[in-house]
């Protein structure tokens, strides 16, 4: 619902359809409308301005406020923000240093975040691929317990890239 929502003397028609809390809906004039809604000590919120006639409510608005400010809340609460965390690798990197790379992304993995593998080839390096495809080929099955590549590794300008999500917990 847009913030900016038409109340009380903000509501500028002639006539208009307000629904009560039983549901019922009924035509009126807009000034007898906003009589009954201050005799009930309640405000008048138009609802849809796009209808014929336009629909108002009889309502608390500070009450209807705070509780869209609440579901609001609530909604952002139990969203999941997954970071995508960067691993960079090169063409002669030797074992204990893939090791150690491969331990840092099952680190990233088991918080639940997304690696992206990027192995640079610099120079001379371009003339052998297949020694960064073997690099890795090693790194994607080091980390295959904490999580698999969405698709295979792939070149972008002179990267092989890989990205790997974190593998679901089948409970």
């Not at 809390?21 to 807009?30: L, N």
């Not at 201050?38 to 009450?63: E, F, Q, R, T």
């Not at 406020?65 to 952002?76: I, L």
């Amino acid at each position: 619902m847009s913030k900016e929502v038409a109340i009380n003397e903000q509501i500028r028609c002639d006539e208009v359809r307000v629904v009560f809390q039983d549901g019922e809906p009924k035509i009126m004039p807009t000034k007898e409308a906003q009589k009954l809604a201050n005799s009930k000590n309640l405000d008048l919120v138009l609802i849809s301005p796009n209808a014929k006639p336009p629909v108002c409510k009889i309502m608390d608005y500070g009450k209807y406020r705070y509780e869209q400010a609440r579901k609001e809340k609530e909604a952002k609460k139990k969203q999941k923000t997954i970071n995508v965390k960067e691993v960079r690798l090169r063409p002669g990197i030797e074992q204990n240093d893939l090791n150690t790379k491969a331990k840092q992304a099952c680190k990233f993995l088991s918080k639940g975040d997304k690696v992206k593998v990027e192995l640079r080839f610099r120079g001379r390096e371009l003339g052998h691929k297949d020694i960064g495809k073997e690099v890795m080929l090693k790194f994607i099955d080091a980390v295959k317990e904490f999580g698999e590549p969405v698709k295979a590794p792939a070149f972008e300008g002179n990267n092989m890239v890989v990205i790997i999500d974190p593998k679901k917990d089948k409970k």
